[in-house]
Each structure stands twice: as structure tokens, then as C-alpha cells.
């Protein structure tokens, strides 16, 4: 990872876990910094505890029953547990993206100016008419859009639906945006059309994405955390990160000799870590869609 003079996101001993008909430690004491305006992806296998961490970066997880979390999240040196901040504002300042996007049943229009409403953070009609344009243009939607804003935002693409939640969530200005594997539900082009607005938007937004793909992890990320059975193996900036891995487990995960991290059955690793065995396709082909279409 790169230098914590300008970081914005810290995980200091994150612990998470699941208490219900059976305890899984998910995520084991975790401490990361997240550098902003940077690109952060977490990769590792099926079942390593990646979108448990991504969730409780923003306290998403809380939404489920019997999740205990211990150590802490600081956003620009402020915890967001010991906070008496609501819990809706802290999901602010850190949006959440999922991998199924969902529209409002709202208008293309109403989706994006929606979270400018509820915050009452727009002046006139024509700022609010040019705050949705913005939005809309910095996830490269806009052009594509402009001529029937008054539809609903259903009738779009998946692929443009997605671009449209990520619009959403960046009109209620947060300070980070979690990504959760926001390609995967894609087809091939629509994929590309996300990861070229994603790589736009990393220069001005402090993104942590989690993703299957190590192509895509290649292509966008400025800084990997690779993730094994809830601990982090290794966090650095991506090019020391795939060019000079420092573990013997990176090293076989990045080089595709790794069967176990590469998540490559599609299962569970906690569950099915010895049927992992007997598949080297440790790049992540069968969940990079954008490769697939190359
Ligand atoms: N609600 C839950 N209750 C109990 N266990 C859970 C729950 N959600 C996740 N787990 C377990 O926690 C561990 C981490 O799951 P998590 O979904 O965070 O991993 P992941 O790396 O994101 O997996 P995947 O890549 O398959 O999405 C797994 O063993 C999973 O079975």
C-alpha cells in the first residue's frame, strides 16, 4: 500500500464474525489502510471474507443478524462504530455499490437527483438540473441518456443501470465508494464500459472494490489486498503487488499454480477447500467477463 500520509480509510484489528448456527471468524483482525483517490481491490478465494470486510467498512453487515464485530473503522481519523453519527450518514460518506444493481422506480432523471433531494443539497432547478447532468456525464452516461431522462431508469441496460447506481451514489458526494464485484452480474461489453468509468472516476474518488477477476484487478487497481480465510496476506500498490509478490502464497496465486486461492471451483473456501484441487485456472477466467469478450 502506499504511504498513510494521505489516507482517508483505516481498518485498525477489524474482526468480524458470524454467530449463528455455526461461528465463522470471517474477517481476523485486519488492519489496512485505504489511500485516497486510489483504486484499493481486494481479491482472494471463494469464502475469504472479502465482501464481509467491504460491508464493514460502511457497517452494511449490521443489516444481518448475529454478526459480532470487534477493533475499528476510521474515516479521516473518526471511527464510524464510536460515533454518534446515524448510522444513514456514515453510508453516505462511504456508498455502498452492489453487484445486482437495482433502480429506484423512479425516472433516470429522479434516480440521480433523488439522493440530492433527500439531502436537501441543491439550490435552483437548473442546479439541480446541472448537478444530474454531471453525475450522469462522470459515469459516461450521459450522452447515452440525455434525450429521454423522463423514462424510468428500469427500462436501461444492466450495464446501464449499473453506471446509473453508481451515478446515484455519487450525487450524495460521498468520501469513498465500495464496489461489491459491480462487473460480474455484466455481459462482456457492458463490463468494459464499468471498468473504463471506474478508471475515470479513481482519480478523484477513494474506491475499494472487491472483485473474482485478477485481469481486472490488473487493469484498474492501484493498490491489492489479497485476502486467505479472513486474513490479509498481502497488501501493496499493484505493480509491486503482481511484478514482486512477497509471500509464497502470492506468488502462487498471482503465477496460477494456487488451485486453493484462486477460487477457481466456484465454491466455498472455508467449506471446500480441499475440492479445490485439480483446475489451474488461477487468472480468474471464469469470472472476467471483459477478458471473456477479448
Ligand atoms: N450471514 C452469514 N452467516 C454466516 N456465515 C456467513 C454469512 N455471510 C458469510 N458467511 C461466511 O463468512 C465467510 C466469508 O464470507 P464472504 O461472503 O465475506 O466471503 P467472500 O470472499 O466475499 O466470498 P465470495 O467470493 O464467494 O463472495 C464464509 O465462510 C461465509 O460462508
Known amino acids: 500500500m502506499t504511504e498513510s500520509t494521505d489516507t482517508t480509510l483505516i481498518t485498525d484489528d477489524l474482526a468480524v464474525t458470524y454467530t449463528g448456527n455455526r461461528t465463522v471468524d470471517a474477517v481476523e483482525g485486519v488492519s489496512l489502510e485505504f489511500s485516497a483517490n486510489r483504486l484499493t481491490a481486494i481479491i482472494g478465494p ?3 471474507g472479502k465482501s464481509t470486510l467491504l460491508k464493514s467498512l460502511n457497517r452494511l453487515h449490521e443489516i444481518q443478524p448475529n454478526v459480532e464485530i470487534t477493533g475499528d473503522v476510521r474515516l479521516n481519523g473518526e471511527s464510524i462504530y464510536d460515533t454518534d453519527e446515524p448510522t444513514p450518514e456514515v453510508r453516505r460518506r462511504i456508498g455502498y455499490v452492489p453487484q445486482k444493481p437495482t433502480p429506484l422506480p423512479l425516472s433516470i432523471y429522479e434516480n440521480v437527483a433523488y439522493g440530492l433531494r ?3 443539497d441543491y ?3 437548473e442546479e439541480l438540473d446541472e448537478r444530474v447532468e454531471s453525475y450522469l456525464r462522470k459515469v459516461n452516461l450521459w450522452d447515452e441518456v440525455k434525450d429521454r431522462l423522463d423514462a424510468p431508469g428500469a427500462e436501461l441496460s444492466t450495464g446501464q443501470i449499473q453506471r446509473l447506481c453508481l451515478a ?3 450525487a450524495v458526494e460521498p468520501d469513498v465508494l ?3 464485484e459491480v462487473t460480474s452480474a455484466l455481459d ?3 463490463a468494459e464500459t464499468v471498468e473504463e468509468t471506474l478508471a475515470d472516476l ?3 474518488y477513494t474506491i475499494v472494490m472487491v472483485t473474482h477477476s485478477m485481469d481486472q484487478a490488473r487493469r484498474l487497481a492501484d493498490d491489492v489486498v489479497f485476502l486467505y480465510l479472513g486474513d490479509v496476506v498481502e497488501a501493496n500498490d499493484a505493480e509491486s503487488f503482481f511484478t514482486n509478490p512477497q509471500t509464497e502464497r502470492t506468488k502462487a496465486f498471482v503465477g496460477g ?3 486453493a486461492a484462486s477460487g477457481a471451483t466456484g465454491g466455498n473456501e472455508r467449506d471446500d477447500h480441499a475440492a479445490a484441487a485439480g483446475t489451474d485456472d488461477a487468472d480468474g477466467a471464469r469470472t472476467d467477463p471483459v477478458r471473456a469478450e477479448r
Open 118 to 120: 433527500i439531502h436537501g
Open 178 to 180: 465500495l464496489c461489491d
Open 202 to 204: 479513481k482519480d478523484e
Open 257 to 259: 499454480s494456487d488451485t
Open 123 to 125: 439550490g435552483s432547478t
Open 168 to 170: 446515484r451514489s455519487l
Open 46 to 48: 471463494s469464502g475469504c
Open 188 to 190: 462482456p461489453i457492458s
